[in-house]
T-cell receptor
Framework: AQSVTQLDSQVPVFEEAPVELRCNYSSSVSVYLFWYVQYPNQGLQLLLKYLSGSTLVKGINGFEAEFNKSQTSFHLRKPSVHISDTAEYFCAVLTGGGNKLTFGTGTQLKVEL | DAGVIQSPRHEVTEMGQEVTLRCKPISGHDYLFWYRQTMMRGLELLIYFNNNVPIDDSGMPEDRFSAKMPNASFSTLKIQPSEPRDSAVYFC?????????FGPGTRLTVT
């Protein structure tokens, strides 16, 4: 069975500072990895995904993530955050051949002035 | 495209009543997913359809829950009878397993 761990439930950061949101997964087979963002009172929106190829994946709003197979990680990064990035971020995994996403518990990113 | 449409956006009902949540997926999407989000359990997949056919309903909590997709442009999630522990935000998503588009959700409160 696959699982996703987001160790940080909340991450406060000042505007224009860099941020990294951590995600680790466990799976015995090949995986596809995703980051979704949820703004208050809205549905989830796909930020980026890793399916194959380059391990550095670029997404919307200046976010990027790096797939590290040896460390079973898929951390999300942004070099300079904006107030509008305040939201909850979910890491998710899909095993090869499967159709069901497994989500982490989410990380609340709070950007302060 | 208007995106995934869900109705109602908010529903308050009394325990024991029937609740029906509705979803209109994005045209052309083959898959439709129903999720439930709570503080305690996070995001859970309840059921998903492929080409209007239910594929996996192992996430449906109990027989009180049922879902249908009579055609490619409409799906319902029904709870009968509702209980306070069903209070949650219910999301519908369409697309493909590797690229899902979520609706705005229905916030259900059962008193």
């Amino acid at each position: 069975a696959q699982s996703v761990t987001q160790l940080d439930s909340q991450v406060p950061v000042f505007e224009e500072a860099p941020v990294e949101l951590r995600c680790n997964y466990s799976s015995s087979v090949s995986v596809y990895l995703f980051w979704y963002v949820q703004y208050p009172n809205q549905g989830l929106q796909l930020l980026l995904k890793y399916l194959s190829g380059s391990t550095l994946v670029k997404g919307i709003n200046g976010f990027e993530a790096e797939f590290n197979k040896s460390q079973t990680s898929f951390h999300l990064r942004k070099p300079s955050v904006h107030i509008s990035d305040t939201a909850e971020y979910f890491c998710a995994v899909l095993t090869g051949g499967g159709n069901k996403l497994t989500f982490g518990t989410g990380t609340q990113l709070k950007v302060e002035l | 495209d208007a995106g995934v449409i869900q109705s109602p956006r908010h529903e308050v009902t009394e325990m024991g009543q029937e609740v029906t949540l509705r979803c209109k997926p994005i045209s052309g999407h083959d898959y439709l997913f129903w999720y439930r989000q709570t503080m305690m359990r996070g995001l859970e997949l309840l059921i998903y359809f492929n080409n209007n056919v239910p594929i996996d309903d192992s996430g449906m909590p109990e027989d009180r829950f049922s879902a249908k997709m009579p055609n490619a442009s409409f799906s319902t999630l029904k709870i009968q009878p509702s209980e306070p522990r069903d209070s949650a935000v219910y999301f519908c998503a369409s697309g493909f397993p590797y690229e899902q588009y979520f609706g705005p959700g229905t916030r259900l409160t059962v008193t």
